[in-house]
């Protein structure tokens, strides 16, 4: 069981990206949905108030849910945990929200306080909107292959599609086409985003940390976009991660970040180009393999 208690800022920045705030006339409930990789976080949670931790029907995710019936300590669980937050809720939504909470128990609501780097908000609000990926550009003899593959798939095709046509891919095999994808490419970087529907919840992160841009960016499942604050050089990638440390917990983004130094080390040393030895070669794959897989087995082999 993991005993680490999450400060109040950090507490915040969860709420503020996974959470929801419920409020029934003089009491209120909190809420935390995340995928089911998580569920060590929940439980530190858990640990921390009590509450219960429910997997959400149909769905790869799980649920922390804190009411007065399920609290430590019922009402006074709830309060202090609401004075806590209170001055740290940053998003528009969840602020309103939070409002009707500190009304129905009584006590005035803090406007939020200056975003900043040296509390554990933006942590919380990483670990829960935020996403840690290794990038490549494909190789000119991957793009070759690419367009062989399109070109063949176009040939192959036929006027009728049947579910036969399509490939269904399992988790395991989008995971190594990652793998591959980055083993195969050329100039691997790391990259850090936090993403938000409206501005004005990430519009600030970058004068916070002193590093990162925002931007609007179209992609994604939303249709209607979402704005992205974005980290992507080395220099700024390795003070992110610096901040992330202090803040330390069970969620699962911090496999990834535990081996950013690594990456770096073996990139300067040149272990992902082709003229490597076999043993930088194989140093480089396993880095790879287990940020895709926390549970990869290393190869061996003898040194260069």
Request: proline share 3%; hydrophobic share 40%; charged share 20%.
């Amino acid at each position: 069981m993991n005993t680490q208690v999450l400060c109040f800022p950090f507490l915040a920045g969860l709420f503020d990206g996974d959470g929801s705030i419920r409020v029934y006339k003089s009491t209120g409930e909190y809420v935390v949905t995340m995928h089911q990789e998580d569920l060590a976080l929940l439980e530190q949670l858990k640990n921390q108030f009590e509450g219960a931790i429910r997997k959400v029907a149909n769905k790869k995710a799980i649920r922390w849910i804190l009411n007065l019936k399920n609290a430590k300590n019922g009402r006074q669980t709830l309060i202090e945990l609401t004075q806590g937050l209170n001055g740290h809720i940053c998003n528009s939504v969840r602020i309103e929200q939070f409002k009707q909470l500190c009304q129905a128990f009584g006590f005035p609501f803090k406007a939020p306080e200056k975003l900043t780097n040296q509390n554990g908000y933006i942590a919380g609000l990483f670990c829960s909107d935020g996403t840690i990926f290794m990038n490549a550009r494909p190789s000119a003899a991957a793009k070759k292959l690419k367009l062989a593959e399109k070109e063949t798939a176009l040939k192959a095709a036929t006027p009728t599609l049947t579910s036969s046509f399509v490939e269904v891919q399992n988790g395991e095999a989008l995971k190594e086409k990652s793998i591959q994808r980055v083993l195969k490419g050329v100039a691997p970087v790391i990259e850090v985003r936090i993403a938000n529907q409206f501005l004005i919840n990430v519009e600030n992160l970058p004068a916070s940390l002193g590093f990162g841009v925002c931007y609007f960016n179209k992609k994604g499942k939303n249709p209607r976009g979402h704005f992205t604050f974005h980290v992507k050089s080395e220099k700024d990638i390795l003070k992110f991660n610096t901040y992330m440390q202090k803040y330390k917990n069970a969620s699962v983004k911090y496999h990834r970040l535990c081996l950013v130094e690594t990456f770096y080390k073996l990139r300067k040393e040149g272990a992902h180009l082709a003229n490597a030895c076999q043993f930088q070669k194989n140093q480089w794959e396993n880095l790879i393999r287990q940020w895709y897989n926390p549970s990869f087995a290393c190869k061996q082999s003898q040194k260069c």
